[in-house]
């Protein structure tokens, strides 16, 4: 999350909430407890661990959500204790880009900046 400039939504999970207790504040701030079908802002993707029967579930409530589909990665505990590698972070990035037209200014960039 972090490493990606993203905040969470985490499911409410209060063996979880015990887990992350103690997390910097800074941290802390860029975490939200809630039911994620309660969500209200846009997300761009989630992230899902547990075994086969928790991911079905949480595909089938992600999936309900309104909006646009949620790009979806998931991984079971083991998978994550042996390689924390295992979600790929740079599907949590969005990418931006700024195009200039200067053929208005005659392909002259300079002249974009006068006035």
Do not use: F, H
């Amino acid at each position: 999350m972090l490493a990606t400039g993203n905040n969470a939504v985490i499911e409410c999970d209060w063996s979880l909430r015990t887990t992350l207790k103690d997390v910097p504040v800074s941290v802390a701030q860029r975490i939200s407890w809630k039911e994620a079908s309660a969500q209200t802002e846009p997300m761009a993707g989630a992230l899902v661990e547990g075994d086969a029967e928790r991911v079905s579930a949480m595909l089938a409530k992600i999936a309900a959500m309104p909006g646009p589909l949620l790009l979806t990665q998931s991984a079971s505990t083991e998978q994550l204790e042996r390689d924390p590698d295992a979600y790929c972070l740079n599907w949590l990035l969005e990418e931006v880009s700024t195009s200039i037209n200067t053929a208005a200014a005659g392909g002259n960039a300079s002249l974009m900046s006068i006035g």
